[in-house]
């Protein structure tokens, strides 16, 4: 159906692509794998249109195509749902669904036909939400169901799907699944790009690998394995993914938590300890809460709660109160929450910590740039520290992120979804620093949807259910078995 060959594209004097040859057939879901930074979203920006290309050629239906802007390529039937949402925070669901895209009757919109499709397709998302809520007050899952349920809703011949599942729970999946299922029988051709293998294996029928610009392996994905992909997409084999962990859970008290209330979300009568060194997993199913519990801890969000760190009752009203005692907050949503996307790397890593890097009232300069080159390497970051936050990949603002709040040196460190749109290389890289940290006495809060990664790294899990803190597994009983019994509402054997 679509043939890209030998694809070139070039930022300036960053050569992002090198020549990528991308074949795909009809009604096929291909998936396309790579480290961040790889070039998978630039390829396909180019295919929808987002970017032109420097060299190469584009084929569909045996004729050159080169769509010029993403309507031009919409109105051809290529649909990009992308990774870092476009949602309009101050519009509602509904005109979100719809902006650019209105239906209009002698000359007005007309809002009860609007109305009556996105109900339906809402309804074959088996997804439930009020069309006249605000998109800025939806979680990330949740807009990430508007903009699937956008892209459901143009006359797509080519859909394609960057990390659309990295928000969503486990039955938001399998609807998810089923609905590309669906599409396919229908004659659709979906790009699938994702680091998550087991989903590559369930619904993809050919996969492609990049790694540095280049496509490095082609093949149906019944003839390939986990290992082979991962050595195409790294260029060596991966070693235990998670690291050992060695806590004494003896060791004191650094953080208590009593009585943390949420009216707004709503989040009741949350109880907790954090010991140092140890990682504690916060698990459950999305909306069960565990980010406006860490929302409300760190003052993001305004609530009602008792804290205690090292044995000291303190108030923490704001986010300035929080850092002050000693608490960092990598939030969910790097885009609008951590980062800065017009500044620089190095502007963006050193920006909780300014006071470390200055003297007299005047930043030290060299010593910020020797803070942010040695996280890009430590983090494996390709990009340079005066690039521009807004130019790189999804998963390598993710390590910028991370690399702020680890030079603001916490005592307590809270790690909303991590490893979100990550690769699996990248990701090893930051399971193995998160136990570093641990090593060093730092102690970390993780909330993740990734019941591996809850389980593979956590001391101890605290699991969520509908705004309630339902129980705390113990190390011996951390299992997925556990954790969803707690997370539906049920009671665990004694």
Known sequence: MIEMKNIHKAFGANKVLLGVDFELKDATVHALMGENGAGKSTLMKILSGVHTYDEGQIVRGGEDVNYTNLKEAEKAGVVFIHQELNIWPELTVLENLFIGNEYTRFGLLDMRLMRRKAEEIFERLKFRINLNRRAGDCSVGQQQMIEIAKALMMDAKVLIMDEPTAALTDSEIEVLFGI???????????VYISHRMEEISEISDEITVLRDGRSVMYKETASTDYNEIVRAMVGRDLDDQFPERDHDTDEETVLAVRNLGNKSHPVMDVNFELKRGEILGFAGLMGAGRT???RTLFGVDKGSKEVEIGGRSVKIDRPPDAIRHGLGFITENRKSEGLILDFSLV??????????????GFMKRKDEYDFADLMIRRMNIKSGRKSVASELSGGNQQKVVIGKWIGSQPEILILDEPTRGIDVGA????Y??????????????LISSEMP???GLSDRVAVMQEGRLRGILERGKINQENIMTLATGGKLDE
């Open 180 to 190: 590309i299922g669906d599409l396919r029988k229908s004659g659709v051709s979906i």
């Open 292 to 294: 406006e519990v860490m």
């Open 347 to 360: 502007d963006n890593m050193t920006m909780p910590s300014m006071g470390s890097f200055s003297k007299g």
């Open 427 to 430: 990701k090893r890289e930051i």
């Open 432 to 445: 193995h620093l998160i136990n570093e940290l641990t090593e060093r006495g730092m102690s970390i809060i």
């Open 453 to 455: 990664e809850i389980i």
